[in-house]
């Protein structure tokens, strides 16, 4: 039983080590992919956090659309 990689090989013909090799770089591009899209993700998370924290402690200023809706309002409910 070949206990390394390189003793592995020793007992591969060429196809197979070609095709061994294929099969690792693809694996190893598909988990790099993986942890590029999660690091993404994180990223994307905090800064909808931050955008989200900053528009509750900082809120913008009412605009005429929401005036005239907090006067219909008011109308409406007798305030």
Request: charged fraction near 40%; glycine fraction near 4%; aromatic fraction near 4%.
């Amino acid at each position: 039983m070949a206990r390394t990689y390189k003793e592995l090989q020793a007992k591969m013909d060429r196809g197979s080590i070609r095709d061994n090799k294929r099969r690792v770089r693809a694996e190893l591009k598909r988990m790099a992919l993986k942890e590029l899209r999660g690091a993404n993700q994180l990223a994307l998370r905090d800064e909808a956090r931050e955008v989200f924290v900053n528009s509750i402690l900082n809120p913008p200023a009412p605009n005429k659309a929401v005036r005239m809706a907090a006067a219909r309002y008011k109308k409406d409910v007798g305030r």
